[in-house]
């Protein structure tokens, strides 16, 4: 898995250190959030979900069918809209109700 931080966008709340489960995510001097340590993140994609300013993004590579796309994840009320943004730079975006996210 490939998470991606886009520094200008982060705010530093700390918000992905404290919900990834592998603890991979730290603030730096700047408070800027980073992983020292990518190649042990498990993709659950927590810290996505967490991000209030969609500053975290999972890169879709080509074991993933990605291609080079990317991912990010914003939060409007209860509703999580998944963004995927293909190489071409086209998006498709799909909304998911966190209350209805779990059931089966």
Request: contains cysteine; glycine residues 12%.
């Amino acid at each position: 898995m490939s998470i991606r931080f886009t520094r200008a966008l982060c705010i530093g709340c700390g918000a992905c250190t404290e919900i990834c489960p592998g603890s991979l995510l730290a603030l730096d001097a700047q408070g800027k959030a980073f992983m020292a340590h990518p190649e042990n993140c498990w993709g659950c994609a927590s810290c996505l979900k967490e991000c209030p300013v969609s500053a975290i993004a999972l890169y879709l590579g080509a074991d993933m069918g990605g291609l080079g796309g990317t991912l990010r994840v914003r939060r409007e009320g209860t509703r999580l809209l998944w963004t995927i943004q293909k190489p071409d730079g086209t998006e498709i975006t799909i909304p998911v109700d966190s209350r209805e996210a779990n059931h089966y």
